[in-house]
């Protein structure tokens, strides 16, 4: 991808945006500065957004607390994930299940001595459900 610039400094935009409104051209200020007659545009319609003489699309502060919001919302839904997928520790000590036969299945974690974790599987087959 390609490298992208710094955005321009509020100041640069404000001044431009006047310099459309006092009447000349997206155009030719495009060749007088860097930014294209596209970005001048854009730059102009955001302003008269954000001063209220355009309804078509969000102001500059509510686009950035979108923003912001969606960002959390990701990084809420990506801690979702991750405690969902981590079991805890009373899960990982303990896990019932049923059996393919009816009945229970207990499973408890036997703490490891510096081996892999032994486990010992008790049958609850004498007890009815």
């Not at 919001?69 to 981590?86: G, P």
Request: hydrophobic residues 30%; glycine residues 4%; charged residues 30%.
């Amino acid at each position: 991808m390609p490298p992208t610039r710094p955005p321009y400094p509020a100041e640069l935009k404000r001044q431009i945006v006047e310099l459309v409104r006092a009447g000349r051209s997206p155009s030719e200020l495009a060749k007088e500065f860097e930014p294209t007659a596209q970005t001048i545009q854009n730059w102009v319609r955001q302003a008269d957004r954000d001063q209220g003489l355009r309804a078509d699309s969000l102001k500059s502060d509510e686009r950035e607390e979108l923003r912001r919001l969606r960002r959390e919302n990701k990084q809420l839904r990506i801690e979702r994930a991750n405690s969902q997928r981590r079991p805890t520790r009373s899960q990982e000590n303990l896990r019932v299940r049923e059996s393919a036969l009816g009945t229970l299945a207990y499973r408890h974690a036997m703490p490891s001595t510096g081996c892999f974790p032994q486990w010992v599987l008790c049958l609850a087959s004498t007890f009815t459900i």
